[in-house]
């Protein structure tokens, strides 16, 4: 069948549009400012936690020096970290996330620190269904000059570390397989292993919009 002359014209006139929506880069994040402050030493304060979990906080700042570390940053011991706002009166990540960047790199030496923010964490339990989902933001903050170098966001879920199999059919078969969930994300808070994985998938080095690498890593430069 042969094209009418309309259709001719409009396929013509279409053809660029679609190259140029095809060849169009799709923009990444600015690194500039990264680039040009050259951190090797990260302080990762508390997280600000916004969900019930009281564990929260404890439970991710523990999974995230090592994305940190792997990806080549020099990352201040969180042990210490908070034993010295402790000793200085600041004994909540809220508290914490007030203290100005020029005292916080006179006192720890970094050369950024990274702030977080926690919008999930923990069980969620449905007649049907079971998860544990673990959901935060951070943002890379230069101690020196007060400028975001980075920011990004990282989430997980049971699913991404293994659920109970129960083989049953039927509502039944659902509403004892979510029970079953429900009690091992319980007794075994699993909480902490999702932390795990989404404190990995925050803290990403490397491209497309991950952290720069460190200078210990010897991919530093590459990105």
């Given at each position: 069948?042969?094209?009418?002359?309309?259709?001719?014209?409009?396929?013509?006139?279409?053809?660029?549009?679609?190259?140029?929506?095809?060849?169009?880069?799709?923009?990444?994040?600015?690194?500039?400012?990264?680039?040009?402050?050259?951190?090797?030493?990260?302080?990762?304060?508390?997280?600000?936690?916004?969900?019930?979990?009281?564990?929260?906080?404890?439970?991710?700042?523990?999974?995230m020096t090592h994305p940190l570390a792997e990806g080549?940053?020099?990352?201040?011991?969180?042990?210490?970290?908070?034993?010295?706002?402790?000793?200085?009166?600041?004994?909540?990540?809220?508290?914490?996330?007030?203290?100005?960047?020029?005292?916080?790199?006179?006192?720890?030496?970094?050369?950024?620190?990274?702030?977080?923010?926690?919008?999930?964490?923990?069980?969620?339990?449905?007649?049907?269904?079971?998860?544990?989902?673990?959901?935060?933001?951070?943002?890379?903050v230069d101690l020196k000059t007060g400028s975001v170098?980075?920011?990004?966001?990282?989430?997980?879920?049971?699913?991404?570390?293994?659920?109970?199999?129960?083989?049953?059919?039927?509502?039944?078969?659902?509403?004892?397989?979510?029970?079953?969930?429900?009690?091992?994300?319980?007794?075994?808070?699993?909480?902490?292993?999702?932390?795990?994985?989404?404190?990995?998938?925050?803290?990403?080095?490397?491209?497309?919009?991950?952290?720069?690498?460190?200078?210990?890593?010897?991919k530093y430069g590459t990105d």
């Open positions: 069948m042969k094209l009418s002359h309309l259709a001719r014209l409009c396929l013509c006139a279409a053809l660029p549009l679609m190259a140029t929506a095809c060849t169009t880069p799709v923009k990444g994040p600015d690194y500039t400012a990264f680039r040009s402050a050259k951190p090797r030493s990260i302080l990762v304060l508390p997280p600000v936690n916004h969900t019930p979990d009281v564990n929260a906080s404890t439970g991710l700042i523990a999974q080549g940053y020099y990352v201040v011991p969180v042990a210490v970290e908070i034993e010295t706002f402790r000793q200085n009166g600041l004994d909540t990540p809220d508290d914490i996330m007030q203290a100005p960047a020029a005292k916080l790199q006179s006192v720890f030496g970094a050369d950024a620190a990274l702030y977080t923010t926690i919008t999930a964490y923990g069980s969620v339990y449905q007649v049907l269904s079971s998860n544990t989902v673990v959901t935060a933001t951070s943002k890379l170098l980075w920011s990004g966001s990282g989430t997980a879920n049971s699913g991404d570390v293994g659920d109970p199999q129960v083989a049953a059919g039927g509502i039944i078969g659902l509403l004892v397989t979510a029970a079953v969930k429900q009690a091992v994300h319980n007794l075994t808070d699993q909480s902490f292993d999702v932390a795990h994985v989404a404190a990995e998938r925050l803290l990403r080095v490397g491209p497309p919009d991950g952290l720069l690498y460190g200078p210990r890593s010897v």
